[in-house]
Nanobody, 126 residues
């Protein structure tokens, strides 16, 4: 069973920054970050290719987020700057071994990922 463990969440003021981490117990080809606010659907916000050279972002975080991965340590990161109250959500790391023809970074649907972490809460106050 794949293990994904997120960390780095917390409470921050609007305008601040956070770096989330996701430690995996092995290398996994496709990885991404999702978030879910109360009463809302889970949103794919950032995805990354196996080598890290290709990334994709949702419009809601474009220009403020940077996804990266350290394959030597099987760790995925998300840096989120200029935080807004609407960024408040539970943030999840997702992963999948399947390598789609159009590339991992194109996969921002929750159904594209079989493995999930337990989530880390991010709360942004105004």
């Amino acid at each position: 069973q794949v293990q994904l463990v997120e960390s780095g969440g917390g409470s921050v003021q609007a305008g601040g920054s956070l770096r989330l981490s996701c430690a995996a117990d092995r290398f996994i080809e496709c990885m991404g970050w999702f978030r879910q606010a109360p009463g809302k659907e889970r949103e794919g916000i950032a995805t990354i290719s196996p080598g890290g050279g290709s990334t994709s972002y949702a419009a809601s975080v474009e220009g403020r987020a940077t996804i990266s991965r350290d394959n030597a340590n099987n760790t995925l990161y998300l840096r989120l700057n200029s935080l807004k109250p609407e960024d408040t959500a539970m943030y999840y790391c997702a992963a999948d071994f399947r390598l789609p023809a159009d590339g991992c970074s194109a996969r921002r649907s929750a159904s594209d990922y079989n493995y999930w972490g337990q989530g880390t809460q991010v709360t942004v106050s105004s």
